[in-house]
């Protein structure tokens, strides 16, 4: 059963933060090759423009102005469809808008003032609005926004400064705003939409794996049930028919009992060595109390091996008196304790599992034990 919560608890875990920003960046279809493909062609549509107008034959220094403001331009368009954060993390983010703008400038201010010249101005203008209308769709509006408020500071310096007509500078900026707008207005309804469809995915999941958890648990105790049949069934029948039980019968079923108490007080501590180890140590006269104070959400025991390892190594050194073992609850500075009392003796271990290893603390003389293997009563 703990086994089975801890299952629901990974599910959980698994679909947590980090899975829902991957599954919204895919439903948004940022992870589709269509994506990459319209991306890449806007680009290339960007080259084949600059390639097909007439060459400007300006200076050098315009020139690499250009080359290095299309490469940024690039490369911000395609840093806004790249990750999988779910929006799109502020450093990215401040990037693409800051650099963009920038790069948008850059190859503008390159560019020299006609009325021949009206088309290349608003090219690296397109890109940029791209790339803001996808950092819009990563869930950043206000920075996409903000790229537009520094796209109209862009084409008002081209009017004052670099001799561009007005006729020339705001088609850029509203073809910008029309193409924002609607972005803004449809993200605005789609994306709590998105959220809601993956909350709902993710019940299904729980839904799934509780009822998972259920026929688990429950072939688990048909399983179980079977082989007591198995075991209590003779007895039963030998007991009903009036028979007398034999040493050795009474003896088995006095294990018997014991192992099923051991099940439902001690499940922490269950595993078929533990269940071997306490039984040997119950025929040599040991009395073993395994206890497991944990609550059910707490899971699975996080160092069973180191754990049930102690344990096993202690009932296999008894030879008398009483060994009782307990799991405390989570959050505890011990996560579990041994007590041993033989011949007049009581000796307790304090398990602590830190990030050096095991640790046992004698509580007897209070020496701390470096290789995890506690002492074993004589």
């Given at each position: 059963m703990r086994a089975s919560v801890?299952?629901?608890?990974?599910v959980w875990r698994r679909t947590g933060d980090?899975?829902?920003?991957?599954?919204?960046?895919?439903?948004?279809?940022?992870?589709?090759?269509?994506?990459?493909i319209a991306v890449a062609g806007?680009?290339?549509?960007?080259?084949?423009?600059?390639?097909?107008?007439?060459?400007?034959?300006?200076?050098?220094?315009?020139?690499?102005?250009?080359i290095i403001g299309s490469i940024g331009l690039a490369a911000v368009l395609w840093l806004t469809v790249s990750g999988d954060?779910?929006?799109?993390?502020?450093?990215?983010?401040?990037?693409?808008?800051?650099?963009?703008?920038?790069?948008?400038?850059?190859?503008?201010?390159?560019?020299?003032?006609?009325?021949?010249?009206?088309?290349?101005?608003?090219?690296?203008?397109?890109?940029y609005a791209v790339a803001m209308c996808l950092l819009a769709v990563r869930g950043r509006v206000g920075w996409a926004w903000v790229g537009f408020g520094l796209t109209v500071v862009i084409a008002a310096v081209a009017v004052g400064a670099w001799g561009w007509r007005p006729g020339t500078s705001v088609p850029v900026v509203l073809r910008m705003f029309l193409s924002l707008l609607p972005v803004t207005l449809m993200m605005w309804f789609v994306r709590p939409l998105l959220r809601m469809l993956r909350v709902l995915d993710r019940r299904e999941i729980a839904a799934v794996a509780a009822d998972a958890a259920q026929a688990a648990t429950a072939e688990q105790r048909r399983r179980q049930l079977t082989a007591l049949g198995a075991e209590v069934g003779p007895l039963l029948t030998q007991i009903a028919e009036g028979r007398k039980l034999s040493e050795d019968d009474a003896a088995r079923a006095l294990l018997l009992e014991a192992a099923l108490?051991?099940?439902?007080?001690?499940?922490?501590?269950?595993?078929?060595?533990?269940?071997?180890?306490?039984a040997r140590a119950r025929r040599r006269g040991v009395t073993v109390r395994l206890f497991d104070d944990r609550s059910v959400?707490?899971?699975?025991?996080?160092?069973v091996g180191v754990l049930h390892a102690e344990l096993i190594a202690i009932l296999d050194g008894a030879?008398?008196?009483?060994?009782?073992?307990?799991?405390?609850?989570?959050?505890?500075?011990?996560?579990a304790t041994i007590g041993v009392v033989a011949e007049g003796r009581v000796t307790r271990w304090a398990g602590r599992i830190g990030a050096d290893g095991p640790r046992w603390e004698n509580g007897a003389d209070g020496a701390l034990v470096e290789d995890g293997a506690p002492p074993v009563p004589g």
């Open positions: 801890w299952s629901m608890r990974e980090g899975a829902d920003a991957r599954a919204m960046v895919e439903m948004l279809g940022l992870r589709r090759a269509a994506m990459r806007v680009l290339v549509a960007y080259v084949t423009v600059g390639l097909m107008l007439p060459d400007l034959e300006v200076s050098g220094l315009r020139w690499w102005v250009s954060r779910d929006p799109l993390g502020i450093a990215p983010t401040v990037v693409a808008v800051g650099v963009g703008a920038v790069s948008g400038a850059a190859v503008w201010w390159s560019i020299p003032a006609g009325v021949m010249n009206w088309v290349r101005p608003g090219a690296p203008m397109i890109l108490r051991d099940e439902v007080r001690g499940a922490g501590w269950m595993s078929a060595q533990v269940r071997v180890a306490a959400a707490d899971g699975a025991v996080g160092t030879t008398c008196g009483s060994v009782t073992a307990r799991l405390l609850p989570v959050g505890r500075e011990v996560e």
